[in-house]
């Protein structure tokens, strides 16, 4: 099918050979058995390992580590591609991009030199872990707690909805510390990311004293990748696996990594919504209506004005944001609106796919089905439409300040 929409000028040869190498992968691969695994919420295993032999789960992470030491745009546009085949692989990854990036640019060197390599090659693989059961958007209400005793920290508490969390064997979480801290000091100040090593798999961690992952929360969409709770009871972190080796930078060093991840949920946005289009105008172009392809009715070519444009203007503002990371600009207030509209759009987009298919879009025959189901989880992840409007409206009030 012809690729007019979302294209992305000024790539380099590399750049542009990584992402035709990943589509052709997700033609191959992905778009043939999405699904009927999706169907099933059976883990994408050959996927996973077709992903590890490109090397895309080192796509980001420096080459003096044993990765490509690709840019945050060619991570998105790759997810972008994946996205549009199946949405749950491309969250496989995101969850290990987000904790292998917070390593490499708050890890100490130890830290750096010891998951860096391994994640590279996707031997060890990363979830991220900052919501409980009690609190959702409001981070600082966190009450998951470690306390220092000698050279370890005891943590316990309940986290939730992990990505990767039985699948990973790495988590980065975040819990309250508060040492050093005085008593009317922010939430944020007195919180701390462990890094903690753990057997893949459900129930009581065999490697781990304490930790314990129940099982897969069953949801609406997006599935295939395991969603779970994390269960801590005395569970004991050496020291040395405090990322950045030092307490109280925590909360700091997640919302840097949840930049990162807005971008991704953006790309994801972008590459859902785009292949909404693709079904929704194929679609039109073969189902017949009053003698003649609903396509010509102005109804349908309105809708699909809308949707190519939705997805033209989603695809744009997601480049910028990772452009303008890469360039070592601050980025919320981009991330935030990208990721924002690209959600937003998606739902929309899938929406129009769905009606445009009538009848059959209810039926689990058709593809527009499990897309119509995965959109709303961009809606929620990596930030709520609500908190996107929160970050952007702060930011614009702080650019646009008036004088005296």
């Given at each position: 099918m012809a690729n007019r929409l979302a294209q992305t000028d000024g790539l380099?040869?590399?750049?542009?050979?990584i992402l035709a190498t990943v589509r052709s992968f997700v033609d191959k691969e992905i778009l043939p058995v999405a699904t009927e695994l999706e169907h099933r919420d059976e883990y994408p295993t050959e996927i996973v390992e077709g992903l590890k032999e490109l090397g895309i789960f080192g796509l980001m992470i420096p080459e003096e580590y044993g990765g490509l030491g690709e840019s945050l745009l060619t991570y998105a546009l790759t997810v972008e591609e994946i996205a549009r085949g199946w949405m749950s692989v491309s969250g496989i990854i995101n969850t290990h991009f987000i904790?292998?990036?917070?390593?490499?640019?708050?890890?100490?060197?130890?830290?750096?030199?010891?998951?860096?390599?391994?994640?590279?090659?996707?031997?060890?693989?990363g979830a991220f872990s900052m919501s409980e059961p009690g609190l959702g958007s409001d981070v600082s209400a966190i009450r998951t707690k470690g306390v220092r005793e000698g050279d370890a920290y005891v943590v316990n508490g309940q986290k939730m909805w992990l990505t990767n969390g039985g699948s990973s064997n790495l988590v980065a979480v975040l819990c309250r510390t508060d040492e050093?801290?005085?008593?009317?000091?922010?939430?944020?100040?007195?919180?701390?990311?462990?890094?903690?090593?753990?057997?893949?798999?459900?129930?009581?961690?065999?490697?781990?004293?304490?930790?314990?992952?129940?099982?897969?929360?069953?949801k609406m969409g997006y599935k295939g990748v395991d969603t779970t709770e994390l269960i801590l009871e005395d569970v004991r972190v050496p020291a040395d696996r405090v990322l950045g080796g030092a307490g109280g930078r925590?909360?700091?060093?997640?919302?840097?990594?949840?930049?990162?991840?807005?971008?991704?949920?953006?790309?994801?946005?972008?590459?859902?919504?785009r292949r909404a289009f693709e079904l929704g105008v194929s679609y039109a172009q073969q189902r017949h209506t009053f003698g003649k392809p609903i396509a010509e009715h102005q109804a349908i070519q309105f809708k699909l004005a809308e949707m190519a444009t939705k997805v033209e203007a989603a695809h744009l503002m997601m480049v910028n944001a990772a452009r303008r990371k890469d360039s070592g600009q601050r980025n919320d207030l981009e991330a935030g609106m990208a990721k924002y509209l690209a959600a937003e759009f998606c739902k929309e987009v899938v929406e129009d796919a769905f009606r445009i298919h009538g009848g059959y879009g209810f039926s689990k025959e058709y593809e527009i089905e499990r897309l119509y189901r995965e959109a709303p989880m961009l809606l929620i992840g990596e930030g709520t439409a609500e908190i996107q409007k929160m970050i952007i409206g702060r930011r614009l009030l702080e650019e646009y300040r008036i004088q005296g």
């Open positions: 380099t040869e590399i750049q542009q050979e904790v292998a990036y917070m390593i490499k640019q708050h890890g100490t060197r130890e830290q750096k030199d010891y998951f860096l390599p391994r994640m590279a090659t996707g031997e060890v693989r050093g801290q005085p008593q009317d000091a922010p939430p944020h100040r007195s919180m701390t990311t462990f890094l903690i090593e753990k057997e893949p798999g459900f129930g009581a961690n065999p490697k781990v004293s304490g930790l314990t992952v129940p099982g897969k929360i069953d925590g909360f700091y060093q997640m919302m840097d990594g949840v930049e990162v991840g807005r971008v991704n949920v953006a790309a994801r946005g972008c590459g859902v919504a």
